[in-house]
Each structure stands twice: as structure tokens, then as C-alpha cells.
């Protein structure tokens, strides 16, 4: 076995999810997956931990998703799943990224609104997301298997507690901040993050992680931005997505390539319309896109902005925070443009001021 | 697709579980099954019911095993999985048979203990057991692929109702009995089965199926048994077993292969050392032994016994059935013998004397 991959899973259990004894651990992962999920169980079996694992397939969601009549119900018994499990680690490796590309956006979104109560249960408990390299997500990224597992593993194999210390400056000044603005090519846009928690994301719940994000007051978002590189929903692909917010709503929206996909994400619910999250991404080991939001959104020199639900970590007392079905990821490129916290600018062509 | 695994998959969801709308569905499958689990999604999501997917591998399974130190404690999150689901179908596809020939068998046996809460909760349930043909399967019943295919779904896609109606002379007739006995070359074993409920196995928990089953009392088998065909225990492979019965309880026991995995089966628990149940194969469809017990046992013209756990539903009203973690059966072939039902027989030469 290729020792990254062994690296790989002592990180999730280890740093990203502290598994301890009889910790009941849920495992997600497709079949393409097989050695990291072979060498998780080796370092569960290590810990004394319980693993279950999910077989997760795109290609068996879409066969069930489009035989459904679109009647969904709560599927109570993996709602009792993760009711009862301490951890739950998610390993994206996908064998085809496009498996859903039929299945209509609206049956997707209702499905998404019926499972809502499993997301929670799931985010409310140690959680991690992860990637395996496939040939899929490989493809996706323009590169080679083996080129994109070095990349990968470049992204993951790091020393986090370091990360952690170096972005701890940033956390501080956005957690203290009102007002944040963002002004790059076509974008500029402001909205109030008063009383939120800023929090310094280094591979708890995103392995690769690199970001310190927060929650924007879901009512004070306003202005235009312009989404500069193409995002995946559900296994749809749009590009040159522009969105305009008045009094945090998004009131005009239109997208280059898929404009429908955009539609039926704003169309899921009232929460789809507003912004759960404002991410600035620190990970510069993270050197391309890759159409993958969870090594994209970490990039150095970006920021992101996620439609849907803001995250309960993010969200002070006495506020509140965006509620949706989804959580989408938006990227902008700051490398020609800056960031003010409170009117004062924190980063500047891509650099911190402090940097 | 095959159309025969989309038949197979028609079968499962409607015979052997009879799923209904939004029924909680637990599927457990390894990576070799994806054809049948792609099947299964579509018919389930015809029917609008919810499945839930375990991911099935002995090699992770053994990266898990070895690497404990054995003091296993309940996984309550698959417990919590079970309880709340409706039906649980569990489909066998190993890529190795051998993958956890190098566990010991204590360990096993230790694992079995701590996870018995969950094996009873699934079989307080609709629970169906059933074959997708994968290479390691067809090796080990000497066949090719394509061969091993022709004979799972020769064994499969039958018409089950009909299977039922003509295997009832046989339950009548073993429900009434009180004692049996069963005489085949070195076998001459007899047991009461006197206030047990006979069962007509016809695909519901197991696909294929064809057997007549019930439980012996525990302590009333007397006499001695050779199983002369191959039998294999979570991964081992036993031949040539020999056990003696005093009051139930084997006083007496060999291998010509592989004694100590008898001897660690027999060790798990004290109703290791009882039977559980007694057997009658009527499949004349499965027309070779392919070491496989899902369907040696339902060949026609044998017996098989089972040590360890009796089915609560063959345990009469005032009767305990035998209990332990395990439930392995062992066959014998009754072809040039004959069984008895007090002291009348019913089989002879492998021939039904109602045939």
C-alpha cells in the first residue's frame, strides 16, 4: 500500500477526529476507495474504535432517485445512525463526477430537504470530509492518477498544528471585525458579520483544509459578485456565475454555462437565496484549481462566499444564522483585488498585510 | 445490465421482503455487487422505499481484527441501524474467501459474542441473505465465472409460490413429528424435535431457498454425525467433520481438516456445542456442492444440522431453543440413506415417499 495513504487515515483519526475507545465511527466512502477505507479500519481496530461503513455511489443514487415518484420520506433508520455514532468520517471518491447529471435539479432538491434532519445530526457530531484520488476526480482536475495524487497528498500530508498557529492572526482580526468587504475584478461586495464567530479551519472538518471562515447576518449582504471559477452542485457544473444582493437576497442572478442548475439551487428553498458563509482561503500548498470545492475554497489568495446554510459554530449569541437545505460554495480570485475588515484593508494583491 | 440481476433484485425487493412504501431498508454488499446494488436502488425507489448500503469487505475486516487487542465492545450505532430499519438484505460478494483465513479464530469468536445484540435485531426483522456470482465465489466452486452465473440464477429466478406449495407435505409431516432420525454412511444421529415449529424456507430469508427447517430440543440429540461435505466457518475452510452427541451436547469432535477452527467454533459459547436446527434440502436446481452453504444446504437430498443458535420462529410455545452467537451448518448427504420421522420413513435413498 502506498504509505500516503496510510499517513491519510492517521490524520482523520488522529488529528481530524480524535477517535478514542469504543467511539462509534460512520465511514463513507465509494468502492474506489478500498485502500484507505482497508488501512481507516486498521487505525480504528488500533484505537479500539467501532467503524460501519456506507457504500456511497452516485451511479446507485441516480438509478434510485430516478425510479422515485419524488414522494420522499425521512429514512429514519440512518437518521438513527448518526444519532448513535460519536464520528463520521465522508471520503469523496467518485468513479464518474457526471453519474447525476440526469436526475432532474428539483428531485435532487427534494430529496435534500427531506434528508435535511440527517445532515445535522451528522454536522452536529466529530465529522470530517476527505478525498481519495480516483481517476474521476483526476480527469476532472486535467491531471494525470499519479500526478493527481501527489497533489493531493501534497495538500493533506501537512503539519496542521502548524497551519492552525499561522492562521490564528487572521481568525482574530475577522472575529473582531463588523463590516467585511471584498473588491476584485467585477465583484464588490459587503456584508456585516457582527457578533459571529470566526473560526480557523486547519483539518478538523475538511481535510485538506487552510481557511478561516465565518457567517454572514443573512440580512446585510449587498452588492455583486462575480464567481470567477467554475463550481460542481450536485454533479452539475456551472461558470461565470453573477449574483446581486439587495438587503441579503439574492435579487438578480445568471450564469455563462447552466444558468438552470443555478436556478434550481436558488429555487430549493428561501435559505438557498442567502449566504451561510464567508471563507478566505490561506492554503497556498493548494497550487490549481481543480474543480473540487474542498481543495478549491482552501486556496490561497481566494475567498468564498456559500449560498444556503451558515454553519451553528459560526453563529453568536443572540444572532442567527441563514437556514437552507444546501450549503453551495462560490470562488472569487483576490490575487488582483483586497479584502477590508471595518474599512481597513487586511489583504491586498493576495497578501496579508501582516504577512 | 444482465437482465437476470434485475430479476434477482425484482425478487429480493418483492418475495423475500415484500417492501412497501417508505419502508427503512438496510442493503450490505461489497464492491463486487455494484450491478446488483444499482438494481436494488431502482426497484427500491420504484417502490419509494429508503435504502441504506454497508459496505461489505472481509479484507477491511481483517485490517480491523488484527489490529485490536480483542477486548471488543458493542458498535451501538449499527445497533441503532438495525432497530429502526424495516428490512435488511445482506448480499454476498467476496473478492477473496480467504481474506480472513490469517485472523485467529478466538477473535472471531469474540467479535461474534459482543455483536450478537445485532445480528438478533436483523433477524427480528425482514431479513433476506442472497448470492451475486463474483469471481472468488466461482473458484471456489471450480467453475468459471460465466458457469457460476448460469447456476446462481438457475438456483435464483424460480417461481418461488410454486417452490412453497410443494415443499408443505414435507412441513406437515416434520411440524408433527416428534422424533427424527437421520442414517447415512457413518451418520446415526437422532434428536426430539417434539413441540418445534417446522418451517417451509421458500426464499424468504434465504435466496436461493428450498429446505424444510425446524429446531431440535437442546438436550435430546443423541448419536453421532459425519459431515462428509466441506464446510467453511468465517473464512475456514473445515472438511471431514465428526461430532458425538451426549444429552445434546457434543462430547466428541474431530476434523480430518482444520480441527482447530472446529475447536475455536465449538469454544465460542456453550451453545456452540448444541444444535440449533435441523435441515431438510428439497432444491434438486442446485445440482452441485460449490462450498457454499447459502446453497449446499438447500440441495436436494441432504440434511443439515446446525450448531449454535435455533431460529426463534421454529421454538414452540413452552420450548427453548438452543442460543449462542453462532449458527453454522454442516451437511450430509442422505442420498443412499434414509430419515425418519418416529420411527416411519419418509426418505429414502434420497427420494420422498410421497414422490
Chains 1, 2 share one sequence.
Not at 474504535?49 to 452516485?58: C, E, M, R
Not at 434510485?64 to 455514532?85: I, M, N, R, V
Request: aromatic share 6%.
Amino acid at each position: 500500500m502506498d504509505p500516503r495513504v496510510e499517513e491519510h487515515a492517521r490524520i482523520l483519526v488522529d488529528w481530524s477526529t480524535d477517535i478514542q475507545r469504543d467511539d462509534d465511527v460512520v465511514l463513507s466512502a465509494g468502492p474506489d476507495a478500498h485502500e484507505l477505507l482497508v488501512a481507516l479500519e486498521r487505525e480504528l481496530g488500533t484505537r479500539g474504535a467501532n467503524p460501519i461503513t456506507l457504500y456511497s455511489s452516485d451511479e446507485a443514487s441516480r438509478a434510485y432517485l430516478k425510479a422515485h415518484d419524488g414522494d420522499f420520506s425521512l429514512p429514519e433508520h440512518t437518521l438513527a445512525l448518526y444519532e448513535a455514532c460519536d464520528a463520521a468520517l465522508h471520503i469523496r471518491s467518485d468513479a464518474n463526477l457526471a453519474a447525476l447529471n440526469d436526475v432532474p435539479g428539483k428531485t435532487l432538491a427534494a430529496r435534500s430537504r427531506v434528508t435535511k434532519p440527517i445532515i445535522e445530526e451528522r454536522l452536529s457530531k466529530r465529522w470530517c470530509l476527505t478525498q481519495h484520488p480516483t481517476n474521476a476526480h483526476a480527469q476532472n482536475a486535467d491531471l494525470s492518477l499519479a500526478a493527481y495524487r501527489d497533489f493531493v497528498y501534497g495538500a493533506i500530508l501537512r503539519d496542521w498544528a502548524a497551519v492552525e498557529e499561522r492562521q490564528e492572526e487572521l481568525r482574530k482580526r475577522l472575529d473582531a471585525a463588523d463590516e467585511v468587504r471584498v473588491v476584485a475584478g467585477e465583484t464588490d461586495v459587503q456584508m456585516s458579520v457582527d457578533g459571529m464567530h470566526a473560526i480557523n479551519s486547519s483539518g478538523r472538518h475538511n481535510m485538506p483544509s487552510g481557511e478561516v471562515f465565518t457567517a454572514p447576518i443573512p440580512d446585510s449582504v449587498e452588492g455583486t459578485v462575480h464567481f470567477d471559477k467554475p463550481l460542481i452542485h450536485q454533479g452539475r457544473q456551472m461558470e461565470g456565475v453573477r449574483l446581486r444582493f439587495a438587503d441579503g437576497v439574492v435579487v438578480d442572478s445568471a450564469a455563462e454555462r447552466n444558468e438552470e442548475a443555478l436556478d434550481d439551487l436558488l429555487d430549493t428553498d428561501e435559505g438557498a437565496r442567502r449566504l451561510g458563509e464567508l471563507g478566505i482561503g490561506t492554503n497556498r500548498e493548494i497550487d490549481r484549481f481543480t474543480k473540487n470545492m474542498l481543495f478549491d475554497e482552501k486556496m490561497g489568495e481566494t475567498v468564498h462566499l456559500a449560498l444556503g446554510r451558515a454553519y451553528d459554530a459560526n453563529v453568536g449569541e443572540g444572532r442567527t444564522g441563514n437556514d437552507s437545505a444546501v450549503h453551495v460554495d462560490m470562488i472569487l480570485d483576490t490575487s488582483e483585488g483586497r479584502i477590508e475588515f471595518d474599512g481597513e484593508v487586511v489583504q491586498e494583491g493576495g497578501r496579508f498585510v501582516w504577512e
